[in-house]
């Protein structure tokens, strides 16, 4: 039998100052965020039987997780896998960034020089994750919320898809975007779909 993970990006969240958060700590959803949040649980209760929620550990996943776990009656569980991506360019204006640099950041010599993590060291972790969960979990429905980058990474590299310029893809998840993979009974993929309530 199939096993179907939701990748779930976290839902809108403050950032006045519109900085490159990353991994820095704080940033709560906003009122919108919280809004979104509520008819992502909602969509799970009515269409799906969710087994397990899991988080990355930053706050404005763990929020998102917590607001589906209330509605879906399941305790989050954190997992450092699902984490956002680490880079030296954490609390710079992305007005700067883009004023400054053209291409992805994992291009970029400061990310490169100052150990940022790599599309392929991301990819990896969150293959790890997915691999993990589907053995504890076979044959069930499984959200894991986590961000944009390792979402895109991990699902562009899965699919066989270019990871070239992955933030200015068109089809790059939104917040609150869900991505719905189902896997054989090998754990291999069987179907994707992107889900995006309006």
Do not use: W
């Amino acid at each position: 039998m199939a096993a179907t993970i939701y990748l779930v990006r976290h839902c809108p969240y403050q950032n006045p100052q519109q900085i490159m958060t990353f991994r820095l700590p704080g940033y709560a959803l906003n009122s919108q965020g919280r809004k979104k949040a509520q008819e992502i649980a909602d969509f799970f209760k009515k269409n799906s039987q969710i087994a397990r929620i899991y988080s990355s550990p930053i706050l404005r996943t763990k929020q998102t997780a917590q607001i589906l776990s209330k509605t879906l009656n399941l305790k989050p569980l954190i997992s450092s896998l699902l984490i956002e991506i680490d880079s030296p360019f954490k609390g710079i204006k992305k007005r700067d960034y883009y004023q400054n640099h053209s291409g992805d950041i994992y291009v970029q010599k400061e990310h490169l020089l100052g150990v940022g993590e790599s599309i392929g060291q991301i990819n990896e972790r969150i293959a790890k994750f997915i691999q993990k969960v589907l053995k504890e979990n076979p044959d069930k429905e499984i959200i894991a919320v986590s961000h944009g980058d390792p979402i895109m990474i991990y699902f562009l590299s899965l699919t066989a898809q270019s990871l070239e310029n992955i933030d200015q893809r068109k089809d790059y998840i939104p917040m609150g975007g869900i991505i719905k993979l189902i896997f054989d009974e090998n754990n291999k993929l069987e179907s994707f779909k992107r889900i995006n309530l309006n």
